[in-house]
């Protein structure tokens, strides 16, 4: 993120960067993308953001991987101050059945049997967006973080209609990602409820058809962007990265 931050500071001169860090350092930083509460890092993100006088007008998001679903949480449950385009680059906004190369098979097997546990949920971050096409009614019922954010549990209004204030929500997916399964989740598809074999695009699923995050809505009013990387987990050129999304999103 600080090459990334540099990289487009040079690029841009005289843009204001803000990189959220989660607690007070980068290792502790680092600790929190694995372990802690989604629900008080969104908390603690919202605060910062809200008390930054340099964004108060609006900003644009960036979120890679989980930071997206995190920056996601935010723009749902902190309209103020206004997000205005929000960036996605690998995040699993469906969730994760699986976890790749990343594991050993005992580990996913272990892992599919404790995941919906409280102190599983409550602990460990991967735990909350994991999403078990095979048990959906586990799912709803236990994650303490996704399936409330995806309005699978409850229709919650607000979510749809702070949602509904980005005038850009671009989601990037990567081709040959070997870390989020099912990859078509970085475009909000998933596997077909009951399975783990027959991946549903977005438009096909029960989200979209019933309109629960007011996606269908933006889509028609032309603000989604779905842009694409043959590449693994956030594996893009730099190139391809100020063409394609500093230049059309960030500016």
Not at 56 to 85: E, I, T
Not at 157 to 164: A, D, H, M, S
Not at 214 to 228: I, P, T
Request: with cysteine.
């Amino acid at each position: 993120m600080i090459a990334l931050k540099s990289f487009i500071e040079m690029y841009k001169p005289g843009i204001y960067i803000r990189s959220i860090m989660i607690g007070e350092d980068i290792e502790e930083d680092r600790e929190y993308s694995f372990y802690g509460n989604l629900n008080d890092q969104v908390e603690e993100v919202c605060h910062k953001l809200a008390s930054d006088p340099k964004l108060q007008k609006g900003y644009h998001a960036m979120g890679f991987s989980q930071g997206g679903l995190l920056f996601r949480a935010v723009a749902q449950r902190c309209p103020s101050p206004p997000m205005k385009n929000l960036i996605t680059i690998g995040s699993p906004h469906q969730g994760i059945y699986g976890c790749g190369s990343t594991c050993t098979f005992i580990i996913q097997w272990w892992f599919r049997r404790l995941v919906y546990y409280s102190h599983i949920q409550q602990t460990y971050v991967v735990a909350q967006y994991w999403h078990d096409p095979i048990e959906e009614d586990k799912y709803r019922q236990h994650s303490i973080f996704l399936a409330d954010i995806n309005n699978e549990k409850e229709i919650n209004e607000t979510y749809r209609e702070n949602l509904q204030k980005l005038e850009n929500f671009v989601m990037v997916k990567f081709l040959e990602d070997t870390t989020v399964y099912p990859n078509e989740s970085q475009w909000f598809g998933f596997y077909a409820s009951g399975q783990n074999e027959e991946v549903l695009p977005l438009r096909e699923t029960r989200l979209y058809e019933e309109d629960r995050l007011g996606l269908k809505e933006m889509d028609e009013a032309g603000k989604l962007h779905f842009l694409s990387v043959e590449a693994d987990h956030l594996r893009f050129g730099v190139d391809w990265f100020f063409q394609e999304i500093v230049n059309k999103f960030v500016v």
